[in-house]
């Protein structure tokens, strides 16, 4: 479970049968706060790259930008490739079976956003596949 920031936009890529992938960034922050014996413990954000599939993918595409404050349901996957120059690269990604924007909805009546679902659940079969 992440709670973040959106740090760029989300890169959607479409395969068969109309089916969708979204990608991108995601910050979460943990607060500076100081110890009982005074010691400073500065702020700390990590960045997690969210995989989205399918259904999530299309409501992310549609509703999903930087900035936005997003609550994130997952499993975490590793995997690992090699780049142009032959050398072994890792990424971890979460892929996301849950979501629920957090940020506030516009004022504006007439975007369409108001009758658009919030929040949307994946099935566990509903994954990417591997």
């Not at 400073?40 to 259904?55: A, K, S």
């Amino acid at each position: 479970m992440l709670i973040g920031n959106v740090g760029k936009e989300p890169e959607i890529r479409y395969y068969e049968a109309d089916q969708a992938i979204a990608s991108f960034p995601l910050a979460t922050t943990e607060r500076a706060y100081t110890l009982q014996n005074g010691t400073q413990v500065p702020e700390h954000t990590d960045w997690h790259n969210i995989v989205l599939w399918r259904g999530l993918a299309k409501i992310a595409e549609r509703y999903v930008h930087k900035g936005d404050k997003l609550y994130i349901e997952g499993r975490i996957r590793y995997r690992s490739y090699d780049d142009q120059k032959g050398q072994r690269r890792y990424v971890t990604e979460i892929l996301g079976e849950n979501m629920e924007l957090l940020s506030p909805k516009p004022a504006n009546p007439n975007d369409g956003f108001a009758s658009e679902p919030t929040t949307q659940q994946g099935n566990s079969n509903d994954s990417a596949p591997f």
